[in-house]
């Protein structure tokens, strides 16, 4: 007898009659009692039971379709059938009866299921819990105006005292699990942010005023940090409201060389514009037109880029709720997937001297993440390489991409329970001019999609 799947092995009559049952309650509207009731099947609770939590689980189910793959690779398989199957494997007896062909099936895609829908597991429960996690009050100094140990003098003559900075990152998420009054801390990787207990207030502080002093959280800032652009660089951000991120690219420059910030909104872009008076940030070229319609070639001399694009949002703690904006449907991430892997290979493809490009969204959706990468790697060759963050934080980090994805662990996330800080992702794109840009492979015509992300 060969290994292989045993077609002559009946699929057990529970997951048949259950998956028939599911797909008319679905499709047709049916009563799932009468259903249930008309088969005059021996083991009615547990049909009962299956149906119920099958229906109860449909959403995580067609998620799980989408990550695994599951039904464009197997196209023999019923999907209403594969629907009952993976909801006994993952949330009913967690085993499987039989050795018919599609019970073989799902089990080989079993690890593939667990890790995905370990992923969702934790995105929604960060999503529905998000008051519950407690980070840190981050301080940003404005090094264009102050010294990180000017600011640390002025805050300890605020009766603040200053814990030791500390050397691992263990023992630095241990100061910041216990942080309180009357202590603060230098960050670990970041040494312009400082780190205060939960709650504190600066919106009423002089150095918030005057620009010296920027909220920004840890994660926001390490874009900038990570870009680490050289003084007397040019620099491109491509998104560039509400201006955070861009006024720290500025003080990494101390104001020496061009950061040209771009923003299309015009709400957005007085943001923008006020950030960049506030921080001093003379450096800084506020430009309000949409990026995709820059003439490259009157930026060809562009040498770093922060590509950070509008994003679900799915891993900001702080943002009220917003039933659009934390529980995204897939065609909203589908959409924004589409805008962002659009910008990023504009940004590869078009300015030939770019050293280091960054690319960061404030989500924990692979869609918008490994998703992406993976995408732009495709294209990209070996024009360019992508960066394993961890080398770059020197091993300093615990949260990183998943293996799972052609990017591998190289990418960088923050998470909000683990990290106290928001939830962000950080890919890190650098150039090997030894080989030429490929062409660009545009898919789908610029004013098309455009019109169709802004529907989002």
């Not at 801390?185 to 207990?197: G, N, S, T, W």
């Not at 490259?296 to 922060?306: A, D, F, R, T, W």
């Not at 504009?346 to 280091?356: D, E, Q, S, T």
């Amino acid at each position: 007898m060969s290994n292989g799947f045993v077609h002559s092995v009946m699929v057990p009559r529970i997951y048949k009659t259950t998956a028939n049952i599911v797909r008319r309650v679905r499709e047709d509207g049916a009563s799932l009692k009468t259903l249930i009731y008309e088969k005059n099947h021996p083991n009615i609770s547990g049909i009962y039971g299956l149906s119920m939590n099958t229906l109860r689980m449909l959403h995580h189910l067609d998620q799980l379709f989408d990550k695994t793959h599951i039904l464009t690779e197997q196209p023999r398989l019923d999907p209403w059938l594969a629907r009952v199957l993976i909801t006994e494997l993952l949330w009913g007896k967690k085993c499987l009866k039989g050795h018919s062909k599609p019970v073989l099936t799902v089990l080989a895609y079993e690890k593939k299921l667990q890790e995905e829908l370990k992923n969702l597991n934790y995105i929604e429960t960060l999503i529905s819990h998000k008051e519950k996690v407690q980070k840190p009050r981050y301080v940003r100094v404005n090094t264009l105006l102050l010294s990180v140990e000017e600011a640390i003098s002025s805050f300890q003559k605020e009766r603040w005292q200053l814990l030791p900075r500390s050397t691992t990152y263990s023992s630095y998420l241990q100061s910041l699990s216990q942080l309180s009054e009357p202590y603060f801390i230098q960050d670990l990787h970041i040494p312009e942010v400082l780190a205060f207990p939960p709650l504190t207030s600066f919106h009423e502080h002089a150095g918030y005023h005057n620009g010296e002093l920027i909220l920004q959280d840890k994660a926001s800032c390490l874009s900038a940090h990570l870009l680490n652009p050289v003084s007397g660089s040019i620099v491109l951000d491509m998104c560039a409201a509400p201006g955070m991120k861009t006024t720290h690219i500025a003080a990494k420059l101390q104001n020496y060389g061009e950061v040209y910030a771009v923003e299309i909104d015009a709400k957005r872009f007085e943001t923008l514009f006020r950030q960049i008076k506030t921080t001093h940030s003379s450096c800084v070229k506020p430009l309000n037109q949409d990026v995709l319609t820059l003439d490259p070639k009157q930026y060809s001399h562009v040498e770093y880029i922060l590509v950070d694009p509008t994003c679900s949002g799915s891993g900001i703690v702080d943002r009220p709720e917003q039933s659009n904006i934390n529980k995204p449907v897939s065609k909203r991430l589908q959409n924004l997937q589409s805008f962002q892997v659009y910008l990023l290979r504009y940004a590869l493809f078009n300015f030939p001297n770019a050293r280091r490009i960054i690319y960061s969204t404030c989500s924990l959706h692979p869609e918008e993440n490994e998703e992406v990468i993976d995408e732009v790697l495709a294209d990209i060759g070996n024009a360019y390489s992508l960066v394993p963050v961890k080398q770059l934080l020197k091993k300093n980090w615990t949260n990183f991409s998943s293996k799972r994805y052609n990017c591998g662990d190289k990418c960088l996330y923050s998470k909000p329970d683990i990290d106290f800080c928001n939830g962000f992702f950080v890919a890190v794109f650098e150039r090997n001019f030894d080989v030429a840009l490929p062409e660009c492979k545009r898919k789908g015509g610029q004013k098309t999609f455009r019109r169709r992300y802004q529907k989002t």
